[in-house]
């Protein structure tokens, strides 16, 4: 019976959005704490008062080994391209918190500017580490 429950269990296909949230969530919080999260959140409720040195220090992220933050961009990579793309930093709040808003324009530009080192668009893995961890 425990089998036949494990494998009729997920009712989202894995392409899925809300599946991906989802996983993307308990994942988030299996490194940050929820509270944690949450006071992120709620901190940049307003358009465009994201700050993303803020929001990391606010989520825990700062206080993280290298390793975990290399686990937490592996979650915000939502294509599993390798890189945080604009439009996957767009939304990068609702990773955390389904129901968070989108980051406006220019916070997204502002963002990826912060972390963009080499200028190629993106945000990849090492780009990310440094960006938190400084």
């Not at 944690?36 to 606010?58: G, M, R, T, V, Y």
């Not at 389904?98 to 990826?112: Q, S």
Request: with cysteine; proline share 4%.
């Amino acid at each position: 019976m425990g089998i036949t429950a494990l494998t009729t269990q997920p009712s989202l296909s894995a392409g899925s959005p809300a599946r991906a949230y989802c996983t993307g969530t308990m994942s988030l919080s299996s490194v940050l704490s929820a509270d944690a999260i949450e006071s992120a959140i709620k901190d940049c409720q307003a358009p465009d008062s994201f700050n993303h040195k803020k929001f990391f220090q606010l989520c825990g992220l700062t206080k993280k080994s290298p390793q975990e933050v290399k686990t937490v961009f592996g979650i915000l990579d939502n294509d599993g391209s390798g890189y945080i793309e604009e439009e996957e930093l767009k939304f990068f709040l609702q990773r955390f918190s389904p129901a968070a808003r989108a980051l406006t324009d220019k916070e997204t530009k502002a963002f990826l500017s912060a972390a963009d080192d080499d200028n190629d668009g993106k945000i990849g893995a090492e780009e990310f580490q440094a960006m938190v961890l400084s």
